[in-house]
């Protein structure tokens, strides 16, 4: 009997261990998928509202795609994704003048939420954006 009293404590504890680890496991395999269609508006300090599309397609940690708005299209640059956490840049061109935005943002199921930066003027620029996934076509 003492030999059993024993062993359920070690039972448990490994149990508690192949759990966790079990966990772990899954959480890792799944992989945050954020290929599809996003759809995005701000309000601007003029009060406009300023749609935007974002076409992401995500390649293990590689993120590609485009962002659509008043202008073109315009290519996603540096694009990586790291668990729930994605990172990009777009370069655009306004009369003559170049502008980088830097995006950041955390995926959480069809919604990312982040910032983007860039520079006005010399002066560092950040502004909240959230995006919703539309649904795939059919």
């Known amino acids: 009997m003492n030999r059993t009293l024993k062993s359920l404590p070690q039972f448990a504890a490994c149990l508690v261990l192949a759990l966790a680890f079990t966990s772990s496991v899954l959480a890792q395999d799944k992989k945050i998928d954020v290929t599809g269609t996003w759809k995005s508006s701000i309000t601007n300090q003029n009060g406009q509202v300023r749609e935007s599309t974002f ?74 954006w959230v995006a919703k996934r539309e649904p795939a076509a059919k």
């Open 55 to 128: 076409k992401l397609k995500a390649e293990g940690e590689k993120l590609t795609g485009t962002i659509s708005g008043r202008q073109n299209d315009t290519a996603i640059e540096e694009g990586r994704i790291k668990g729930d956490e994605i990172t990009f840049k777009v370069t655009r061109e306004f009369n003559n003048n170049r502008m980088v935005t830097k995006y950041t943002g955390k995926v959480a199921g069809d919604t990312i939420k982040g910032k983007s930066e860039t520079q006005r003027d010399g002066e560092p620029r950040s502004r909240d």
